[in-house]
């Protein structure tokens, strides 16, 4: 991993341990132990920093999501390890977190928003073309429809102040939706399958 890499990487740590309102650049650097000047060397200022800290993360999301699609040839157990995965990078994510990126870097939350919803979008929908073509998920399923009505779940499942995680589990709540979704689309081959799996788990 390159040394900027390796800053950004821990600056990204920061962040997810204590979020981003509060952390400063002294908190960074002396973080990183490193000094400000070799900070700023690799960022302009805290905006840039957050920037360039959630662009590896979400780009630390899409790789695992791919690496899941590449294993995965069931469409159901794709879908749990996914969100399993997900639980694992978000279970220990501070409160307010999402809620202060947009109130204090709205351009950088559009930015990290619109990646989301495109990679949201194209994962199920791929899952969905599989699903179908296993019998697993009903062939009468407008895909688009569906896809577009998932990006607005997750977008419920991270606002703090819908589920704010100092009184919701976060594991618990992805599993709520996994199973809502999965019904929803599901063949009784699908729902079968998905009984068995959550007995079996």
């Known amino acids: 991993m390159e040394k900027e890499e390796r800053i950004i990487k821990g600056a990204l740590d920061l962040f997810l341990q204590a979020g981003v309102k509060s952390i400063n650049m002294d908190d960074v650097s002396t973080h990183l132990g490193i ?3 070799t900070l700023y060397k690799i960022v302009s200022n805290k905006a840039d920093l957050v920037k360039q800290a959630f662009t590896l993360h979400q780009s630390s999301f899409i790789s695992m999501i791919e690496a899941i699609k590449t294993k995965n040839t069931n469409p159901i157990d794709e879908i749990f390890e996914i969100d399993q995965q997900l639980c694992v990078m978000l279970k220990n994510r501070p409160p307010l ?10 351009e950088v939350w559009n930015i990290l928003d619109t990646i989301r919803k495109e990679n949201i979008y194209d994962c199920v929908s791929q899952n969905i073309d599989l699903g179908i073509k296993q019998g697993f998920y009903r062939g009468s399923i407008n895909v688009n429809i569906i896809a577009k009505l998932m990006i607005n779940t997750v977008e419920a499942i991270v606002d703090d102040e819908l589920f704010p995680l100092t009184e919701y589990n976060f594991k618990n709540i992805l599993q709520e939706n996994r199973v809502y979704h999965i019904r929803g689309i599901a063949t009784q081959k699908g729902i079968n399958y998905l009984e068995n799996k959550l007995q079996n788990d």
């Open 97 to 106: 977190l999402i809620s202060n990126l947009k109130k204090y870097y709205p």
């Open 35 to 37: 000094s400000k000047k």
